[in-house]
């Protein structure tokens, strides 16, 4: 059984940083691109960062690009999200997920694509 398990949300006041954490079970951690996504109240979800299985190769919303670095350490089966220069409009729930089957740069920002889910870890910047 996959399991996905957030951690490191939080209060943060504008300009802070936060590292989020996503602990995998129940799957070959290395093989799968894994990806974060954020949902503020009252609005959909939205693609945040992806990151290919060996590390390699990244991808980034345009609104967090140089303020966030997706990062993994497979021996440990945890994907990171740094996230710094937070602004008030980053306040959302991220949720990390799996992608087992649809592969390549096209899919990562397609949420449907994703398989796997956690439940989220909060956000909240104060401006």
């Known amino acids: 059984q996959v399991q996905l398990v957030e951690s490191g949300g939080g209060l943060v006041q504008a300009g802070g940083s936060l590292r989020l954490s996503c602990a995998a079970s129940?799957?070959?951690?290395?093989?799968?691109?894994m990806g974060w996504f954020r949902q503020a109240p009252g609005k959909d979800r939205e693609f945040v960062a992806a990151?290919?299985?060996?590390?390699?190769?990244?991808n980034y919303a345009d609104s967090v690009k140089g303020r966030v670095t997706i990062s993994r350490d497979n021996a440990k089966n945890t994907m990171y999200l740094q996230m710094n220069s937070l602004k008030a409009e980053d306040t959302a729930v991220y949720y990390c997920?799996?992608?087992?089957?649809?592969?390549?740069?096209?899919?990562?920002?397609?949420?449907?694509?994703?398989?796997?889910w956690g439940q989220g870890t909060q956000v909240t910047v104060s401006s």
């Open positions: 997920a799996e992608r087992t089957s649809a592969s390549g740069r096209f899919y990562d920002t397609v949420i449907s694509a994703y398989d796997y």
């Open positions: 129940g799957l070959t951690f290395s093989e799968y691109t």
């Open positions: 990151i290919r299985g060996n590390g390699a190769s990244t």
